[in-house]
């Protein structure tokens, strides 16, 4: 199975601050990687989709970038609605897989 | 608008059974991949089961964790999704999502909780 590594797994950030969140991916999964925003009690919703393509209605403050198997998500100009935890996956070979997450909370 | 509704999670005993439903909404069903997901505090989120479109011949795939104790099927007179689960163990206990599988994940249901307790 592919591993899916996040880091941090947490973070604390400002209202108006820039972040950015890595995953590694434990082998090669070409540009089949996917992010997510979770917040508590809620379903996922889906950010990114094959590295930096945004799902729609999703704004563009949100942003990713990355090959092989190293990738990251940016988030810019955090506001309240933003601080959640966010997930990346791997959709390249079966089974999925997760990282194990990144939960940003205001500082 | 694209809608996915889980139901049928509860509370069983280990060794029994649960069927969830997914009813979807708002997009041509035959034409999509279709996905179960589960996620626990401790495990966090867990791809389970998958069963393609119409085109690619409904065709399914499987975690190795429920491989051969869940069956994921549909029923495209009706656009459902479902999972019937057997076997279940205390370490099935987790909320259970239905997903669309489109560029990625793209539309998540809900959720239906499932607890697998004496």
């Known amino acids: 199975d592919i591993q899916m590594t996040q880091s941090p797994s947490s973070l604390s950030a400002s209202v108006g601050d820039r972040v950015t969140i890595t995953c590694r991916a434990s082998q090669d999964i070409n540009n089949y990687l996917g992010w997510f925003q979770q917040k508590p009690g809620k379903a996922p919703k889906s950010l990114i989709y094959d590295v930096s393509n945004l799902q729609s209605g999703v704004p563009s403050k949100f942003s990713g970038s990355g090959s092989g198997t190293d990738f990251t998500l940016t988030i810019s100009s955090l506001q309240p609605e933003d601080f959640a935890t966010y997930y990346c996956q791997q959709y390249k070979s079966y089974p999925y897989t997760f990282g194990q997450g990144t939960k940003m909370e205001i500082k | ?118």
């Open chain 2, 1 to 118: 608008e694209v809608q996915l509704v889980e139901s049928g999670g509860g509370l069983v005993q280990p060794g029994g059974s649960l069927r969830l439903s997914c009813a979807t909404s708002g997009f041509i069903f035959s034409d999509y991949y279709m996905d179960w997901v589960r996620q626990t505090p401790g495990r966090g989120l867990e791809w389970l089961a998958r069963t393609a479109n119409k085109a690619r011949g409904y065709t399914t795939f499987y975690a190795a964790s429920v491989k051969g104790r869940f069956t994921i099927s549909r029923d495209e007179s009706d656009s459902s999704l479902y999972l019937q689960m057997n076997s279940l163990k205390t370490e099935d206990t987790a909320v259970y999502y239905c997903v669309r599988g489109y560029n990625s994940f793209d539309v998540w249901g809900q959720g239906t909780l499932v607890t697998v307790s004496p």
